[in-house]
């Protein structure tokens, strides 16, 4: 990639040329509005609400209601429609909550922007933007709104989102540029001459508002778990009205009992249940300084199996300290806090290490200032500390000249040089810079291994005395420029590790996950600081990515082991480690800040952008968001997302336990041939549906994550996979059955009912009635035993989940309501049981727990065994 071939305008500021005065820009931010674009046309309430009760599954119940109706069950109809409004608005209330924490977690990430105003720099908000302001941008910026170019250099947009032309295009002085769009070369002034909704984009965005995403993996899945189900429902249902003909009830009886039996079947529940949670995971997150970008992000980091991270600000603090010079005349070194002026100084070569200081500086923008007397670093934190230094040796202030030119620092040329008068001044990577060299090079070659080995970051830093006038250079090209220089010294940067992030690097590895690092820094530096954080990992592998494998396969095969160093890594290759991790199965997490990043982040499973150091195109590509930069943030983020999941399976095995227990009644009626008498009816199955289940299932999905999440390897499976389903149809789901019946028969052969008589109606209620309790309680256990997977309650605590608890208080309120308030329970068809009847009801708590207790147990050892004969 070349730069500078382009002409282009100084870049210091135009005699004359101050912004907005601060008043001018309030009063037009009055008259014209803020800088953002109107809100897409929302579909109103009441219509979002009504799209909640007229889908798929709601028609059909519409459609079971009316049939009802007219086959003479008012009841049945009345309580069809409760269940399709109750979960209509259930749904839409979840939905909503969903959709407000996902518009307040996009308010986090930060949009501010460089403006000239009042004759000097100010960052404000991007919708704080007014026309006729003066924006300043940089690489990687995405453009706050439309903006007429007044400087220029190198300058290329990527205008995709516009055009959907993905290859950048050049702008020059005096062209528009549109907001949206990301600069991604070079740097640019330019006037607003648009914002909010006079914007470009704001006119595209209008055209496209109507448009939905397409459905994500998450939601393809859940779709297909819901779609099978009805099906199962829809079949038993057809089986039971077969079998009623059979045995010679009406057939519009048969009919609508049918009916009852798929309506009763259908989850509607789910769906919303699994949005919110996936909501309050990331709204978890957020907490922990994570953004997602979308929910399905939430599910996805949960199976992470590699991350691949950044060195410089994630691992490390980014809190840069020059403490090494070294020159043709020795090595000094220097000792200060922080970004402040005093240091101590020992060694030779003062005199020449001040040269290679002040060179340094004016190749660089980032500064070290002093606020509220303290001293910080403004701009990238190593030329703050290159800035630090030169005040540290000058003594004092050192003056600054304008540039007349700028060749930028990016992640391919990984140097910056810079034209002062006639004097060109580089700083950059050695290898980077030392080959333009033509003389001073060869001295240093060895220096530079030995800092870097040491762990510091080695700048190199050289200079050109060009002859003539500063105008004649003005239009040098960048290749004309960088060469025949004079290396005049080494910078050696240290830059402490972050402090907890050896722990967390083990407890990535704990949770079977491996982390490699992937920086543009030097080889021998980053090898030192993974020894010193503990990321590098047996086989002590440091690649440089001018030396990876071209084979994909090949390159898999290299990476795919735990602690590897990639060195001197460039964006592309960032892209191919990321396809050869996933070619071999990898779940990819991947960190990037830098303009060319975004591919890469977009290959990426997970791609990770850095909310305080990172661009606007690597946040925009990017599915989680850093707010702290910090690499304890992505394991962060993975154990919630792990929780997140276990969660969506805790709720659905609760829900579907019932559902089998439900079902008996109708199986055992059926294949008596309607001698025995039907345990549970329609409505009793929807006032559990709707009534006691849902809050335990809500509360479930707020199960914060356990201790253990990260003490187990990631594992990719479905969310209906064989141990669900072996828990609920084989475990949990027949006990509470069993328990029903039992319930029920006590009661009903208690009475001296034998087969074949005729059922005493109230007899009947009240047996049915202990059935309806035992399966209640059932759920209540049912409930504690979801909680885990694999340990029973006893060993959580009863206590933890508070949410869990106030739900069972509800459900166990409902239960008395349904059973001892006689009008309630007359129309369920139900009344109270017995002593006896409530004592086996109560035994479902027990069995429930039991029966799970027992297969955790015998799983563990199973999983023990199987370990063993590994
Ligand atoms: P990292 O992975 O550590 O973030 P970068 O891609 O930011 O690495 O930088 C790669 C290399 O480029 C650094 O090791 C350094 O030698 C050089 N470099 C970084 N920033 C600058 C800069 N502002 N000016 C000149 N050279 C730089
Ligand atoms: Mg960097």
Not at 664 to 688: C, H, M, R, T
Request: with cysteine.
């Amino acid at each position: 990639m070349s730069l500078g071939n382009q002409p282009s305008a100084p870049l210091s500021t135009s005699p004359g040329v101050e912004g907005l005065s601060s008043e001018t820009a309030r009063e037009l931010l009055a008259s014209v509005g803020p800088n953002v674009l109107p809100a897409a046309r929302k579909v109103p309430q009441w219509r979002r609400l009504l799209a909640e009760l007229t889908h798929f599954f709601a028609l059909m119940l519409w459609a079971a209601a009316a049939l009802a109706y007219i086959g003479g069950m008012p009841q049945l109809c009345v309580a069809i429609i409760i269940v399709v409004i109750v979960n209509g608005v259930f749904a839409h209330i979840q939905q909503e909550r969903a959709q407000h924490a996902a518009e307040r977690l996009q308010n986090l990430l930060p949009a501010d922007v460089t403006v000239r105003r009042d004759g000097s720099l100010h960052t404000i908000k991007a919708s704080q933007l007014v026309p006729g302001d003066l924006v300043i941008l940089a690489a990687g910026d995405r453009l706050p709104a439309d903006i007429r170019l007044t400087s220029a250099s190198g300058c290329s947009v990527d205008e995709s989102m516009l055009t959907g032309e993905s290859a950048a295009v050049p702008k020059d002085w005096n062209d528009p540029a549109w907001g949206g769009t990301f600069l991604v070369n070079g740097e640019a002034e330019g006037l607003v001459t648009a914002t909010g909704s006079n914007t470009k984009l704001a006119a595209i965005a209008a055209l496209t508002s109507g448009t939905t995403s397409p459905p994500t993996p998450l939601t393809m899945e859940l779709r297909r778990i819901v779609r099978l189900i009805a099906f199962v429902a829809l079949s038993v249902a057809g089986v039971f009205f077969v079998v009623s003909l059979l045995v010679g009830i009406v057939w519009r009886d048969s009919f609508l009992f049918a009916i009852g039996v798929a309506v009763a079947l259908i989850p509607e529940g789910l769906l919303p249940t699994v949005t919110l949670s996936l909501a309050m995971g990331a709204q978890r997150m957020a907490e922990r300084q994570a953004l997602v970008r979308n929910l399905e992000a939430v599910e996805t980091l949960g199976s992470t199996t590699f991350i691949c991270t950044d060195k410089t600000g994630t691992l490390t603090q980014n809190r840069m300290n020059a403490v090494e010079v070294h020159t043709a005349e020795g090595l000094l070194g220097i000792q200060g806090d922080g970004y402040g002026p005093n240091a101590r100084i020992e060694g030779q070569g003062r005199d020449a290490a001040l040269t290679v200081a002040l060179s340094a500086r004016a190749a660089s923008q980032g500064r070290a200032v002093q606020r509220a007397g303290e001293w910080t670093a403004v701009g990238d934190p190593m030329e703050a500390a290159i800035d630090a230094l030169s005040r540290r040796l000058l003594g004092s202030e050192p003056g600054l000249e304008e540039p007349e030119r700028r060749f930028a620092f990016d992640a391919f040329r990984r140097r910056e040089s810079v034209l002062v008068g006639t004097t060109l001044h580089v700083k950059g990577a050695p290898e980077s810079v030392l080959p333009l060299c033509s003389h001073g090079a060869h001295e240093l070659a060895d220096a530079v291994e030995s800092m870097a080995a040491r762990g510091l970051r080695v700048i190199a830093v050289a200079r050109r005395q060009l002859p003539g006038k500063p105008a004649d250079w003005v239009n040098l090209p960048v290749e004309e420029a960088e060469r025949g220089l004079e290396a005049v010294g080494l910078i050696g940067l240290h830059d402490p590790p972050r402090q907890d992030v050896g722990d967390v690097i083990a407890a990535a590895r704990g949770a079977g996950i491996r982390v490699a690092m992937m920086t543009g820094d030097h080889p021998s530096t980053a090898g030192a600081i993974a020894r010193e954080i503990g990321l590098m990992g047996p086989d002590n592998l440091v690649v440089q990515g001018s030396d990876l494998p071209d084979d994909n396969q090949m390159l898999g095969a290299l990476l795919d082991r735990d602690g590897v160093v990639v060195s001197r890594v460039s964006p592309e290759q960032k892209l191919r480690v990321a396809k050869a991790l996933q070619a071999r199965g990898h779940v990819v997490a991947m960190t990037g800040d830098g303009v060319n990043d975004g591919p890469a982040l977009r290959q990426a499973d997970i791609g990770v952008a850095m909310g305080l150091s990172g661009t606007d195109v690597a946040r925009e590509a990017a599915d989680l968001v850093l707010l702290d930069d910090h690499f304890a943030t992505i394991v962060a983020a993975i154990e919630q997302g792990r929780a997140t999941y276990s969660n969506i399976h805790r709720f659905l095995t609760y829900h579907l336990t019932d559902n089998v227990a439900e079902l008996a009644p109708f199986v055992i009626w059926a294949l008596s041939g309607g001698q025995f008498p039907l345990a549970l009816g329609v409505l009793q199955i929807l006032a559990l549906d709707i009534g006691t289940d849902l809050l335990p299932a809500l509360a479930l999905g707020a199960e914060p994550p356990g201790k253990r999440v990260l003490q187990r390897p990631p594992e990719k499976r479905h969310l209906l996979d064989r141990r669900l389903m072996v828990r609920v149809f084989a475990v949990m789901g027949p006990t509470e059955a069993l328990i029903a019946m039992a319930a029920f028969s006590t009661v009903l052969f208690g009475s001296g009912w034998a087969r074949g008589e005729a059922w005493n109606p109230a007899v009947l209620m009240s047996a049915s009635g202990a059935a309806f309790a035992a399966v209640v309680l059932g759920q209540l256990a049912t409930a504690f035993a979801c909680r885990s997977a694999t340990a029973p309650p006893w060993k959580q605590g009863w206590f933890t989940n508070h949410l869990l608890l106030w739900a069972v208080v509800a459900e166990l309120s409902a239960l008395a309501l349904f059973i001892f308030v006689p009008a309630v329970a007359t129309i369920l068809g139900q009344a109270p049981p017995p002593a006896v009847g409530w004592l086996v009801a109560f035994t479902a708590i027990p069995g429930v727990l039991a029966v799970d207790w027992l297969y955790k147990r015998l799983r563990r050892r199973n999983n023990a065994r199987v370990e063993a004969a590994r």
